[in-house]
């Protein structure tokens, strides 16, 4: 719950808090009994508002019903406190003359540098899975027994990458930090999987096209790496590998193309032995994966093999059986079910790629059984879920698929099948962080204890819906039209509708924020008039005074009550007054094709334009004064949306940018490693009272947040101010 004890303070108005509270009681049913009971009034429940004209100062009382009263009412009262809120924000939304907006400012100031002041820069970086995200542009997987890695080996708390066409390796820890080692051998296309040896907990890399073997050693910082020679190399020889966990320990390939088996040995003083076995059936592309049985067999999983085919530790022998289907790109990986006989081991099932059966082996004897759902290209590896199901991981699939240890099948939705999905962020005041959905037909929530949901939306398209958010003064949620013919908004308690919009075009907008006199503004991309939805949420348009192609991307509100657009193909700024309605342009110090894209304001005042294919950086100092600085690091769309956090700094959000990059407050950037990256991997983010900065997934496959632990986090108001939250 919020505490409203720093609201007066950070937003400062014509009249005390309070008077907006007696306000807000006189125009609400629910809070107009809440203090008829505190009176010791009987409630009218007639339906008649309660008019408090003998009661505005709450004589009864014997003082005025001030603050801290309202504060002890809305620790245990979450309709309350979010009512709250709206009247909270509302003080950065009411002040009509330019000196009380100044002093609104500064008091905004005043709570950023306290939150700084409090602890430090300390972030930390981390990612986090989503319900539905786009499919990975690259999606690498190692099977290891009966686990299942994707694009790396976990060891301990830290996971290791497999170097595939990569120049270096890469490990992230626990944190999300991300350390880089040297390795001894690259080349296109090397290693496909890895697997840990029991002995020395050597990571070993599994060759596809390399001609050496390499592994690193894990119990240095940062990793060594170390070649050995191979026995037998070809190209596209084997993908994954498999530790035989016996007493010998070894290291099994899993043969792709490869026309012979081979496997790694190590002793107890770490010598390594390399040597190659025959192989009872041989093809071209034959298995991706294999999993070792309880029962010491090792099961290959067949690609566009037609025969089945164990290795036998007791013995050593490699053996050939009869599967019930197959087909080309049959299978992709295997996994372990909990289902267990004692003279069979536990069941594998193969995870269908290509194929339209499920199949499973238990001992060596195989059984298909019926998939609902199944497409080409659909299914790349499997986790155990937590209902002991078996659930395998979709690529090409649009649907979750998973069967548990009797064989029932069932899906779930899955409709992030688009690499374009989410564009911005917005939070609400239950501090519910929206997606704001651009390419996908589902949205998406993150709430506060992290746990997130999807639910339905009333209008989608394919062609780019919406790009960013804004909260308007009563805590609705209004997504930014891109190419969406109609508005689509969310109100606190998650009811969604549309509404009719004055203009519309492909592109024709990009981003926006709620200016003080409770207007939301839309930012220009491709429109040629501006559009604003009122406080009665009443659409119109406006001139502008420049427009071009791909102009503006993003909205900034200045510490003078000024809505900024930001720049991105625009030659010049441009502006609208406090006043809501008197739109100026003004000359930029620094201009390209795609500059900029979103934009933060500081504890100063200062506004930073995010760079997106800028090669420096501007901004535009309290005063209006307009300024270029250096970058720590530049790239091709390396940024998309910037947020303020509560250690002071600015936080440019990655789009294909590989390093994080932030803004002090006195403005010097500097860089910082984050723990996922991608091309085209996020676009906004949003903060909440946790000190959470999230990122928002554009084509990313996973979540990635920075939290900042040490310092005071911002409010819930303040996070839903629209000097916050918009993009």
């Given at each position: 719950?919020?505490?409203?004890?720093?609201?007066?303070?950070?937003?400062?108005?014509?009249?005390?808090?309070?008077?907006?509270?007696?306000?807000?009681?006189?125009?609400?049913?629910?809070?107009?009994?809440?203090?008829?009971?505190?009176?010791?009034?009987?409630?009218?429940?007639?339906?008649?508002?309660?008019?408090?004209?003998?009661?505005?100062?709450?004589?009864?009382?014997?003082?005025?019903?001030?603050?801290?009263?309202?504060?002890?009412?809305?620790?245990?009262?979450?309709?309350?406190?979010?009512?709250?809120?709206?009247?909270a924000i509302g003080g950065i939304l009411k002040c009509n003359d330019s000196s009380l907006i100044l002093a609104n400012f500064d008091k905004y100031s005043d709570m950023i540098q306290y939150s700084k002041n409090s602890g430090g820069s300390n972030p930390v970086v981390s990612t986090y899975n989503l319900a539905y995200t786009a499919p990975p542009l690259q999606y690498l997987h190692e099977i290891e027994g009966n686990e299942v890695f994707v694009d790396g080996v976990s060891q301990?708390?830290?996971?290791?990458?497999?170097?595939?066409?990569?120049?270096?390796?890469?490990?992230?820890?626990?944190?999300?930090?991300?350390?880089?080692?040297?390795?001894?051998?690259?080349?296109?296309?090397?290693?496909?999987?890895?697997?840990?040896?029991?002995?020395?907990?050597?990571?070993?890399?599994?060759?596809?096209?390399?001609?050496?073997?390499?592994?690193?050693?894990?119990?240095?910082?940062?990793?060594?790496?170390?070649?050995?020679?191979?026995?037998?190399?070809?190209?596209?020889?084997?993908?994954?590998?498999?530790?035989?966990?016996?007493?010998?320990?070894?290291?099994?390939?899993?043969?792709?193309?490869?026309?012979?088996?081979?496997?790694?040995?190590?002793?107890?003083?770490?010598?390594?032995?390399?040597s190659t076995f025959s192989l009872a059936y041989t093809a071209a592309n034959a298995y991706i994966g294999g999993v070792l049985n309880k029962n010491g067999l090792i099961h290959f999983v067949p690609y566009n093999a037609t025969v089945g085919q164990y290795i036998n530790l007791s013995d050593g022998s490699v053996n050939t059986f009869s599967l019930a289907y197959t087909t080309t790109g049959a299978y992709y990986g295997g996994i372990l079910s909990n289902y267990v006989d004692s003279s069979t081991g536990w069941d594998i099932h193969f995870v269908p790629f290509n194929a339209n059966r499920g199949q499973k082996i238990r001992g060596i004897t195989p059984t298909t059984y019926s998939l609902i759902y199944t497409t080409p290209g659909a299914f790349k590896g499997a986790i155990?879920?937590?209902?002991?199901?078996?659930?395998?991981?979709?690529?090409?699939?649009?649907?979750?698929?998973?069967?548990?240890?009797?064989?029932?099948?069932?899906?779930?939705?899955?409709?992030?099948?688009?690499?374009?999905?989410?564009?911005?962020?917005?939070i609400n005041l239950k501090e519910e962080i929206h997606l704001v959905p651009y390419k996908i037909s589902i949205?998406?929530?993150?709430?506060?204890?992290?746990?997130?949901?999807?639910?339905?939306?009333?209008?989608?398209?394919?062609?780019?819906?919406?790009?960013?958010?804004?909260?308007?003064?009563?805590?609705?949620?209004?997504?930014?039209?891109?190419?969406?013919?109609?508005?689509?908004?969310?109100?606190?308690?998650?009811n969604i509708s549309t509404y009719t919009l004055t203009f519309t075009v492909a592109k024709a907008y990009f981003g926006g924020v709620l200016s003080i006199n409770g207007e939301l503004f839309f930012t220009p991309y491709d429109a040629v008039v501006g559009q604003k939805v009122d406080t009665l949420g009443n659409c119109s348009t406006f001139s502008l005074l420049y427009d071009t192609a791909g102009a503006y991307q993003g909205g900034v509100l200045d510490a003078s009550g000024n809505v900024h657009y930001v720049p991105h193909n625009a030659s010049i700024g441009q502006k609208i007054a406090s006043d809501g309605y008197t739109i100026s342009t003004y000359s930029l110090v620094y201009t390209t094709v795609g500059a900029y894209s979103g934009s933060a304001m500081n504890e100063n005042g200062d506004i930073y334009f995010v760079p997106y294919n800028a090669a420096v950086g501007q901004k535009i100092s309290k005063l209006g004064v307009l300024s270029t600085y250096t970058l720590a690091y530049t790239t091709a769309e390396a940024y998309r949306g910037g947020t303020l956090c509560s250690d002071g700094f600015i936080?440019?959000?990655?789009?294909?940018?590989?390093?994080?990059?932030?803004?002090?407050?006195?403005?010097?950037?500097?860089?910082?490693?984050?723990?996922?990256?991608?091309?085209?991997?996020?676009?906004?983010?949003?903060?909440n009272s946790n000190d959470e900065l999230h990122f928002i997934i554009y084509g990313a496959i996973k979540g990635q947040k920075i939290v900042n632990s040490v310092n005071t986090p911002f409010n819930r108001s303040l996070c839903c101010s629209p000097i916050l939250n918009k993009f």
């Open positions: 719950m919020s505490v409203y004890t720093d609201k007066r303070a950070c937003f400062s108005r014509s009249r005390p808090f309070y008077q907006d509270c007696n306000e807000l009681a006189a125009n609400d049913d629910y809070i107009s009994d809440l203090i008829d009971s505190i009176f010791g009034i009987t409630p009218d429940y007639s339906g008649v508002t309660a008019v408090y004209t003998d009661k505005l100062n709450f004589a009864a009382k014997g003082e005025p019903f001030k603050l801290a009263d309202w504060n002890a009412l809305a620790e245990n009262d979450e309709y309350l406190n979010q009512k709250l809120d709206i009247v301990g708390k830290s996971r290791y990458t497999i170097p595939y066409n990569d120049t270096y390796g890469k490990v992230v820890d626990h944190l999300g930090n991300i350390t880089t080692y040297a390795l001894a051998y690259t080349t296109t296309g090397a290693y496909m999987g890895g697997t840990i040896d029991k002995y020395s907990w050597k990571i070993f890399f599994i060759p596809y096209n390399a001609t050496v073997g390499q592994y690193i050693e894990t119990n240095v910082s940062p990793p060594v790496a170390h070649t050995f020679s191979l026995v037998y190399t070809t190209t596209t020889a084997y993908m994954g590998g498999v530790m035989s966990r016996g007493d010998n320990g070894d290291v099994y390939f899993i043969p792709h193309s490869g026309k012979v088996g081979q496997k790694v040995s190590v002793d107890y003083s770490g010598t390594i032995t390399v155990i879920d937590t209902d002991y199901s078996i659930k395998f991981l979709p690529i090409a699939a649009t649907v979750n698929q998973k069967v548990t240890s009797a064989s029932v099948v069932s899906t779930s939705q899955l409709i992030a099948t688009v690499t374009e999905a989410y564009l911005g962020g917005v949205g998406q929530k993150i709430n506060l204890d992290g746990t997130i949901s999807t639910y339905s939306l009333a209008y989608t398209t394919s062609t780019g819906a919406y790009a960013g958010g804004v909260l308007n003064a009563s805590g609705v949620i209004h997504f930014v039209p891109y190419s969406a013919n109609v508005g689509q908004k969310i109100d606190i308690d998650g936080y440019f959000i990655p789009f294909n940018a590989t390093v994080g990059q932030k803004i002090s407050p006195a403005g010097i950037a500097s860089t910082y490693s984050l723990s996922y990256t991608t091309a085209q991997a996020y676009s906004g983010g949003v903060i």
